[in-house]
């Protein structure tokens, strides 16, 4: 018989999903989100790391307790760690954890979360001497996502990061059962676990894939019908406005709510320009600071709304004090996805609740081409959509086509969507120059796959 779990050891389980394990589908579990459930005790440790101002981790801070409130937590304590050198045992020193631990002990508090990942066995010495559960900072965001998810499509996905996240940190969930007492047929059942859960984990990971695959190509299907379509998506900073944005546009009715990953599926809703325009608008799950890599790759199948887009509406939220570190971690992300050449506009939201002229000013001198908007009052929508009309206008490209005399259904697609500039019938094969828009070319397989197109490397089209 296994000794009992200690209670740290229990809670240590449990937060890395151990409950669930047993489980055939862990996205099923729905209890911890019961209305009236008891909000859990939270006590924050900000870092400020070598070399960063005090002013821009206490931002980082108040992100934090954002994140901790969107989780269901109950914040008790904030405490800003400021760090000369990184500690390889406790990340923080041995010294400062054990002054957080009388304070975590003063507050009562049921968990502490950290803005930081240390590493799994930091993790394990700072649950330890803080004697309480201990949650990083992309624990917490992969909570978050689990509450938030409500297809099948996003609970697979965070279905698979959460599998991917508790993989390497399996060992501090059983280091109770290790070697407790000596002695023949006494040693290694936590090792023994260890490895069973680990299978346990592996094939789980294994069956997510493969179901994220299966989801992938109907995706790929229904996006392929789009071709004929100009694309746009819609990336940003968690909570600047993107759902309301896509609302305000195209009246997709998609859920918006001043919180945190409020929106994790993609949503594509047809976009209306104008008569004769056909263009759609796609909104996609938001960013932030320090997003699980796991998270990031296992919504591909979601985030390939953007990498397939033939432009990217990159919204930022002007009232935002940290607006420009924002706009850098999209950036960041949108270069890491492949897809930092593609066509972007950006769109400053929220200019209803700016207070300070000067950020106004800055973004008019230092972002001349950007537009100004306020998706909750509509104001600047219309130069929004004339913007968006003037990026499709420059998607034109001119071509070189070889056609065979006798290919009628080629000859009539030319004229209808292009524009004839030259034709030349000297030889077997009548060469014609024609100017149409690249979504069409690309639809009639003719832009080179080798070359790929210009307009998407972010040059000037041909």
Same mark, same amino acid.
């Given at each position: 018989m ?6 740290i ?5 449990r937060?890395l999903g151990f409950d ?13 989100n ?6 859990e005790?939270a ?9 960063e101002?005090?002013?821009?981790? !206490?931002?980082? #801070?108040?992100? @934090?307790?954002?994140l901790?409130e969107? &989780?269901? +937590?109950?914040i008790? $304590?904030r /405490? %800003?760690?400021?760090?000369r050198q ?21 507050? !009562?508090?049921? #968990?502490?979360? @950290?803005?930081e990942?240390?590493?799994p &066995?930091? +993790?394990?010495?700072? $649950?330890? /001497? %803080? ?12 909570d978050i996502f689990?509450?938030?998810a ?13 599998m ?6 399996l060992?501090? +969930?059983?280091t ?14 936590g090792?023994?676990?260890i ?7 592996r ?13 992938d ?12 379509v100009?694309?746009f998506s819609?990336?940003g900073?968690?909570n ?11 009246s997709?009715g998609?859920y918006?709510?001043?919180l945190?990953?409020?929106t ?8 209306p320009?104008g ?14 600071r320090?997003l ?5 790759a ?17 919204v ?17 992300i ?18 209803d609740a ?10 008019r001198e ?5 537009v100004?908007?306020?998706a909750?009052?509509?104001?600047g929508?219309?130069?929004?959509r ?26 009539q697609?030319?004229?209808r969507?292009?524009e004839i500039?030259?034709?030349d ?15 069409d070319?690309g ?20």
């Amino acid at each position: 018989m296994s000794p009992p779990r200690s209670k740290i050891g229990d809670d240590r389980a449990r937060s890395l999903g151990f409950d669930r394990l047993k489980i055939e589908d862990a996205s099923k579990g729905e209890a911890e989100n019961a209305p009236g459930a008891k909000r859990e005790r939270a006590f924050l440790i900000g870092i400020c790391k070598p070399g960063e101002s005090v002013t821009s981790a !206490q931002d980082h #801070l108040d992100e @934090l307790a954002m994140l901790a409130e969107t &989780a269901g +937590a109950e914040i008790v $304590e904030r /405490e %800003l760690v400021k760090l000369r050198q990184f500690d390889p045992a406790f990340y923080i020193g041995k010294g400062k954890v054990a002054e957080l631990a009388s304070y975590v002990a003063d507050s !009562q508090a049921d #968990l502490v979360v @950290l803005d930081e990942d240390p590493a799994p &066995a930091q +993790a394990r010495n700072l $649950e330890r /001497e %803080l004697k309480t559960r201990l949650v990083d900072r992309s624990g917490l965001i992969l909570d978050i996502f689990a509450r938030r998810a409500q297809t099948r499509e996003a609970r697979t996905q965070v279905d698979l990061a959460q599998m991917k996240y508790m993989l390497p940190r399996l060992t501090g +969930a059983w280091t109770h059962l290790e070697r407790q007492q000596g002695g023949i047929g006494m040693r290694g059942p936590g090792e023994t676990q260890i490895e069973t859960d680990r299978r346990i984990i592996r094939e789980r990971i294994r069956k997510l894939e493969e179901d994220l695959a299966v989801i992938d190509r109907q995706h790929k299907t229904q996006r392929s019908k789009r071709r004929d379509v100009f694309r746009f998506s819609l990336a940003g900073y968690t909570n600047v406005g993107k759902s309301t944005l896509m609302n305000a546009l195209t009246s997709a009715g998609v859920y918006e709510e001043n919180l945190l990953f409020a929106t994790l599926d993609s949503t594509t809703r047809a976009l209306p320009l104008g008569q004769g325009i056909k263009a759609v608008l796609s909104d996609t799950v938001g960013f932030i600071r320090k997003l699980p890599p796991g998270l990031v790759a296992s919504f591909r199948s979601t985030l390939a709304e953007i990498e397939e887009a033939d432009c990217i509406l990159h919204v930022i939220d002007a009232a935002s004090p940290t607006y420009r570190e924002q706009m850098e971690t999209v950036d960041k992300i949108l270069g890491e996805m492949g897809v930092g050449e593609l066509p972007v506009v950006e769109v400053y939201n929220k200019v209803d609740a700016l207070d300070d002229t000067a950020g106004l000013k800055w973004v008019r001198e230092q972002r001349p081409e950007a537009v100004l908007v306020s998706a909750r009052t509509g104001t600047g929508l219309d130069m929004l959509r004339e913007r968006m009309k003037l990026v499709m206008e420059g998607g034109k490209v001119t071509l070189d086509v070889e056609i065979d005399p006798a290919d009628g259904k080629l000859w009539q697609e030319l004229y209808r969507v292009g524009e004839i500039l030259s034709t030349d019938a000297s030889g077997p094969k009548i060469l014609v120059q024609v100017q149409m828009d690249r979504v069409d070319a690309g639809r009639l397989g003719l832009l080179e796959p080798a070359k790929a197109d210009p307009w998407r490397r972010g040059g000037e089209p041909e």
